[in-house]
């Protein structure tokens, strides 16, 4: 995004799934004084009301900021401000349950602001909330909820996009200028396509490959090279055909940046035995190409097996 950043206002934000990306964003907001609203499980409520969320983060530092919480988003909860957006942070596998929470009619003028995995959940939205309201993002972080409103922040970094061309460019300046006031560097993005398939084209391998082999990511790039640059060439290419961008060698030298025991969130899903964001990254991955008549053999044997296994390593 260029020039100048609106001037900072105190928002009334709301977050659907406190967890690791939902805490940490939840946290910061409002450490910053804005006011956060999660929504969330009786149990993860309970917690919330009582202890606020706590973050620990080399980062960010380790805090406790306090917030409200409840079962559902509830108009008459903030009827004196409005609402300014509704993060939704929870895994795909979760998402239609957890949308109840978020009733339309209680979102008043509300920006819907989905933090998920995948490229297909924009149109899921739209239909539900309408398409001046949807505005996706995306975000690169390692953030972990070890506990009901305990988060764990390990990356060195956390980076946020904002897109949407039907939403009103000044709305998510503001979104955007909280963000990074609060913490995670955010920028505003023209192009939805693109910004959705910059982070889809990196994360399927190394989500696919990772919960393939039970491995880390440094195991991955070396004792399963070949198969890897394989599957970021195709990946590449679905990209390139969906409108994205298509730079495998860039990706490759990112995956070669990164720690050696990086894991993906799909390789602890698996590990955890909790279900797996295979449909929206795995099968999303395989529909786009059999839309745009791209071979992908590589990424089908891989989806074919974790369909198989559950993904539960090998």
């Known amino acids: 995004m260029t020039g100048e950043r609106p001037a900072e206002r105190r ?11 939902g805490g940490l964003l939840a946290g910061l907001l409002a450490r910053a004084g804005h006011r956060v609203i999660c929504l969330a499980g009786e149990d993860t409520v309970r917690v919330l009301r009582a202890e606020g969320v706590r973050v620990r983060s080399a980062e960010f530092g380790d805090f406790t900021a306090p917030v409200e ?7 008459e909860t903030y009827a004196d401000t409005g609402l300014d957006a509704c993060l939704i942070a929870v895994k795909h596998t979760a998402l239609e349950a957890a949308l109840d ?13 989905p933090f998920l995995n995948g490229v297909e959940h924009p149109a899921l939205l739209r239909a539900r909330y309408g398409s001046a309201r949807v505005a996706p993002a995306v975000i690169r ?8 409103g305990v988060i764990e922040h390990g990356s060195p970094f956390a980076e946020t996009e904002l897109t949407g061309a039907t939403v009103p460019r000044e709305r998510l300046d503001a979104l955007a200028a909280a963000l990074t006031a609060a913490g995670p560097e955010t920028e505003v993005r023209e192009d939805e396509a693109a910004t959705l398939w910059a982070k889809m084209s990196f994360l399927a391998p190394f989500a696919l490959l990772t919960t393939r082999y039970g491995v880390p990511l440094g195991d991955i790039r070396t004792r399963h090279r070949e198969e890897l640059t394989a599957l970021v060439e195709e990946t590449a290419a679905v990209s390139r055909a969906s409108g994205g961008p298509a730079d495998p060698g860039h990706a490759l030298a990112r995956y070669d940046a990164f720690p050696p025991g ?7 899903d698996a590990e955890a035995g909790r279900p797996l964001e295979l449909d929206a990254i795995g099968h999303g991955l395989l529909r ?13 044997e891989l989806v074919g097996h974790l369909s198989g296994t559950g993904g539960t390593g090998a």
């Not at 928002?11 to 690791?20: D, H, K, M, N, R």
């Not at 786009?288 to 089908?300: F, I, L, N, Y």
Request: hydrophobic share 40%; aromatic share 0%.
């Open 11 to 21: 928002l009334t934000v709301a977050v659907l799934g406190p967890g690791g990306v």
């Open 141 to 148: 972080v390692e953030s972990t909820r070890v506990a009901p």
């Open 262 to 268: 990086t894991k993906s969130s799909m390789q602890r």
């Open 101 to 113: 929470r978020v009733p339309p009619r209680a979102l008043g003028d509300g920006l819907v602001v």
């Open 288 to 300: 786009a190409a059999d839309r745009h008549g791209v071979p992908v053999p590589v990424a089908k």
């Open 69 to 75: 919480a409840d079962g559902e988003l509830r108009g």
